[in-house]
Structures are given as C-alpha cells and as structure tokens.
C-alpha cells in the first residue's frame, strides 16, 4: 500500500501558475507510475498528467487539455511527484488527486492508491 500527501492547492487568477506536489511513502518500490487527475464540482474525475520512474522509462503523459501548460515531474530521492501548472484558466478548477501505481493503472485511473486531493480555484 502507497500513502500520499498532495499539497500545494490554493487561490489563483487566471493566468497564473500554481505547483502541487505528491509525496508518497510504503510500498513505493512497486509505484511504477503516478499521476494527477481532477474532478470539477458535478464532474467527472479526468486524467491530467501522469509520469513513469526512471527505470520505467521515465515518460510522461498529458491530457490535450493541459498540454503546453502542464508539467509533470519527479523527484526520484523525495518519492514526491509536482505538478507545474502555468497559464492557468477557470476552467481548471477543481479538486486535484495523485495516484500512484503500475502504468496502465494509472493511465485508466484503476489505481488503488489516491491521496486525499487539493484544491486548486482559478478565478476569472
């Protein structure tokens, strides 16, 4: 079992950046994959960006909607995982969650573990 902690949520205008971090602890060894996703009030959760361990492959993954704004990285030492978000727009708001797991769980949002989520308000 993985253990995560998001941070980093809060209160931005449009345009502006925020950064939230995941850091994981457990079992971390067999977190091959981890991720974001995102859930708007009356939403859906979606898949934002996910990002494998170096001796995955250390390929990173976006979804359209956030491409070019969005980077997803990690720090392998930390077991912590960001999330760079730039040119940010109402419509990105919503309620942020890591996920950690194998690649394809990750990627399909099958992973069993989720953090607790984190806030990210985009003002117009």
């Known amino acids: 079992q993985v253990q995560l902690v998001e941070s980093g949520g809060g209160l931005v205008q449009t345009g502006g950046s925020l950064r939230l971090s995941c850091a994981a602890s457990?079992?971390?060894?067999?977190?091959?994959?981890m991720g974001w996703f995102r859930q708007a009030p009356g939403k859906e959760r979606e898949f934002v960006a996910a990002?494998?361990?170096?001796?995955?492959?250390?390929?990173?993954y976006y979804a359209d909607s956030v491409k070019g704004r969005f980077t997803i990285s990690r720090d392998n030492a930390k077991n912590t995982v960001y999330l760079q978000m730039n040119s940010l727009k109402p419509e990105d708001t919503a309620v942020y969650y890591c996920?950690?797991?194998?690649?394809?769980?990750?990627?399909?949002?099958?992973?069993?573990?989720w953090g607790q989520g984190t806030q990210v308000t985009v003002s117009s």
């Open positions: 996920a950690a797991g194998s690649t394809r769980e990750v990627l399909r949002g099958d992973s069993g573990s």
């Open positions: 990002v494998t361990w170096a001796w995955s492959g250390g390929n990173t």
């Open positions: 457990g079992r971390t060894f067999s977190s091959v994959a």
